[in-house]
């Protein structure tokens, strides 16, 4: 189990945002990248209508899922809403709380480890700046799609195994937070491959939060996975584990019970911030190579079938044009911006040159700016656009997929969903080309925001 944060790149040591010049230049041909501030990635996925008519997530709680958490979350969420003119939230620090302020606060269960690298010769996965990193990424991005709710931030003191001690506080903190009605939305930027499990069963006992959230109106999303459509098991441990030779799909979001979140490259105008404008001129390649696109599916986009999960009732109808769904659950539902080569902006504050545990190249990382990808990327920035749902519903919505699915197959499918038709995720094994309607990389598609978000509102 680790962070669905596939790729990261340090632009600048600033407290200024950098340039979308400094992100071309970030790397060297062919991997340049272009990033995306919070109003850029709001124009491309039309998210404004929804502020101007008064919807922004007000009076919704967001819980964020994290092993570790981050000890200087505070201050970087802090800098990250300076910087982009984000309203500030009462917990953030230099904040001074006032009435209906949204909120940011912690849920540390079973203690809070500091942000640093492990120490000694351990097993490598337990890597602290690397959720710390993760932390900065949710937090930010969710309050940056939806400024007017509530986030809590749930971190756990492992993150090391599946079955022992990772998954299992994961899912009990997941738990504590429905039976205590804590929050109505959970967003889980973390998975693991259905066959890195000692067996089915095992899975099956983990998902108990899952069913109490369904029952209580709790909507759970999870990342897709970002190794494509491989999977990977966890031994040798001291390899890091290896590649799976078919291709497999990603716990939890192969769950029926969770709407998991695939990815795409964003290939639109990072410069335009009250539109969605296609941009094939800027890097990187994939946005070049694809002209006229405004998305094209994420190569390491998780997404496939489950070997575990059959396929709910709610796959059994499907826009025109869709892969076909067999008998087994098909993955990812939805899909949202995540790669890093047309990722987000993200600060993050790490320990001292050479003390932070993550590598930037040939150096190792420090504070600073990030253009950051991943369907960690995708999933915290779609639990905010169901924040704002709920806020238009009056409250929780619980188990989304079927309204998803009923949307699409209604006629409304094409004002409701930016369909994502070219591109792959055949990153490391055989994978599934992205097509019209559903697919294995980018679900039904992403969102038109100021369409669907009313209408997965009224049908949930």
Not at 23 to 29: D, R, S
Not at 45 to 72: C, E, K, Q
Not at 241 to 269: E, I
Request: contains cysteine.
């Amino acid at each position: 189990m680790h962070p669905t944060v596939s790729d990261y790149v340090q632009i600048s040591t600033s407290t200024t945002p950098p340039t979308e010049a400094q992100c071309f230049a970030a790397t060297p041909p062919p991997t340049h990248r272009r990033c995306f501030t919070p109003q850029a990635i709001r124009a491309a996925y039309n998210v404004s209508p929804l502020y101007a008519a008064g919807f922004d997530g007000h009076g919704v709680t967001i819980a964020i899922v994290d092993a570790y958490g981050s000890d200087t979350i505070a201050h970087d969420l802090h800098v990250f809403n300076q910087a982009f003119n984000l309203p500030g939230m009462c917990g953030e620090e230099g904040v001074t709380c006032s009435s209906g302020m949204p909120t940011f606060s912690q849920l540390h269960l079973q203690g809070s480890p500091a942000t640093k690298p492990q120490p000694g010769k351990g097993t490598g996965q337990e890597d602290k700046s690397a959720w710390a990193l993760e932390v900065s990424l949710d937090v930010e991005t969710a309050h940056a799609m939806a400024p007017g709710a509530n986030i809590l931030l749930v971190t756990t003191p492992t993150a090391e195994t599946l079955g022992v001690q990772g998954f299992p506080d994961m899912m009990n903190a997941e738990q504590y937070v429905v039976d205590h009605h804590l929050a109505t939305v959970i967003s889980q930027s973390f998975a693991s491959t259905e066959e890195a499990f000692g067996s089915s069963a095992s899975l099956m006992h983990l998902r108990h939060a899952f069913v109490s959230a369904a029952a209580n109106g709790v909507t759970v999303l999870g990342s897709s996975g970002d190794f494509g459509s491989a999977g990977v098991i966890k031994t040798p441990v001291h390899q890091g584990g290896q590649l799976l030779p078919n291709p497999a799909v990603w716990w939890p979001a192969s769950d029926p019970l969770v709407t998991g979140v695939g990815g795409t490259y964003l290939c639109t105008d990072p410069f335009n911030t009250t539109t969605r404008t296609v941009d094939s001129t800027d890097p990187p390649a994939e946005c070049m190579n694809n002209a006229g696109q405004e998305e094209v599916a994420w190569i390491a986009a998780g997404g496939g079938f489950s070997h575990v999960f059959s396929k709910p009732s709610y796959q059994n109808s499907l826009p025109a044009g869709s892969t076909a769904i067999g008998s087994m659950r098909g993955v990812p539902d939805i899909g949202l911006q995540a790669s890093s080569r047309t990722g987000a902006l993200v600060y993050i504050s790490l320990p001292n040159a050479g003390q932070s545990g993550l590598q930037c190249g040939s150096s190792p990382c420090s504070t600073g700016w990030y253009d950051i990808g991943g369907t960690s990327l995708s999933c915290p920035q779609w639990a905010a656009l169901v924040a704002i749902a709920g806020q238009m519903k009056g409250h929780g919505l619980g188990l989304i997929n079927p309204a998803l699915y009923s949307i699409a197959n209604s006629g409304k499918y094409a004002g409701d969903f930016f369909d994502v038709t070219v591109g792959n995720n055949a990153e490391f094994v055989q994978g599934y080309n992205a097509t019209t309607g559903w697919d294995p990389v980018t679900g039904l598609g992403t969102p038109n925001a100021a369409n669907l978000i009313p209408d997965l509102a009224a049908a949930s």
